[in-house]
């Protein structure tokens, strides 16, 4: 039986937001295949799982305030043979993606996040997240610009589920971030990697 996507309900990022906004997966990613009854994998659904799983509420929010913090950037630092993730957003551009031991991009996305709409009531107080660019070591010739990269961000969303890259050490940075909450937060990713090691 192929997989059906279920969603977290918080109340920054509800489960019944439309496709374009982002939501917190829960479960139902099956190396087999999505059932046609799934919704889709999306890149900005696994940018927030990503986030919301490292079990610090401040990461989301700070990545969701676009307008009090200009830049967000957390990477992952995978081990195992696994590429390291990358999630970055530069004002209303989120850029996400996975770098090889190379440090090449493969795949690597862009969306533009829309301004709010009264069409789109929504709490986290943007508009729709649009699929904008696309790249890829291997592009696919012939397909639209938006199908590459809704599929391109598929990969990388399912790259965090499988590969778990919310256990792997992290280095977070936003704009305005002092020395103070620097090492904060390198303490926290210690204490928090060290905690998985216990469990």
Same mark, same amino acid.
Request: aromatic fraction near 12%; glycine fraction near 10%; proline fraction near 7%.
């Given at each position: 039986?192929?997989?059906?996507?279920?969603?977290?309900?918080?109340?920054?990022?509800?489960?019944? /937001?439309?496709?374009?906004?982002?939501?917190?997966? @829960?479960?139902?990613?099956?190396?087999?295949?999505?059932? !046609?009854?799934?919704?889709?994998?999306?890149?900005?659904?696994?940018?927030?799982? &990503?986030?919301? +799983? &490292?079990?610090?509420?401040?990461?989301?929010?700070?990545?969701?305030?676009?307008?009090?913090?200009?830049?967000?950037?957390?990477?992952? @630092?995978?081990?195992?043979?696994?590429?390291? /993730?990358?999630?970055?957003?530069?004002?209303?551009?989120?850029?996400?993606? &996975?770098?090889?031991? +190379?440090?090449?991009?493969?795949?690597?996305?862009?969306?533009?996040?829309?301004?709010?709409?009264?069409?789109?009531?929504?709490?986290?107080?943007?508009?729709?997240?649009?699929?904008?660019?696309?790249?890829?070591?291997?592009?696919? @010739?012939?397909?639209?610009?938006?199908?590459?990269?809704?599929?391109?961000?598929?990969?990388?969303?399912?790259?965090?589920?499988?590969?778990?890259?919310?256990?792997?050490?992290?280095?977070?940075?936003?704009?305005?971030?002092?020395?103070?909450?620097?090492?904060? &937060? !390198? !303490?926290?990713?210690?204490?928090?990697?060290?905690?998985?090691?216990?469990?």
């Amino acid at each position: 039986m192929y997989g059906i996507v279920r969603f977290i309900d918080t109340t920054l990022l509800p489960a019944s /937001a439309p496709e374009d906004f982002p939501k917190i997966i @829960h479960s139902g990613i099956d190396e087999e295949g999505q059932d !046609k009854k799934s919704p889709a994998i999306t890149g900005p659904d696994g940018a927030v799982t &990503l986030l919301h +799983q &490292l079990g610090r509420p401040e990461l989301i929010e700070r990545f969701l305030d676009i307008e009090g913090t200009m830049a967000f950037m957390l990477t992952t @630092h995978a081990s195992g043979g696994f590429h390291n /993730a990358y999630i970055k957003r530069m004002g209303a551009y989120l850029e996400i993606g &996975l770098l090889d031991s +190379q440090g090449e991009l493969d795949p690597c996305v862009v969306f533009k996040i829309e301004a709010p709409d009264a069409a789109y009531p929504w709490p986290g107080k943007t508009g729709r997240w649009v699929p904008e660019i696309a790249y890829a070591r291997f592009m696919m @010739h012939g397909v639209e610009k938006e199908d590459i990269v809704r599929f391109q961000g598929g990969i990388f969303t399912k790259a965090i589920w499988w590969h778990k890259h919310y256990k792997f050490p992290v280095s977070v940075d936003w704009s305005g971030m002092t020395p103070e909450k620097r090492d904060e &937060l !390198k !303490k926290w990713d210690e204490e928090r990697r060290a905690a998985l090691k216990r469990s």
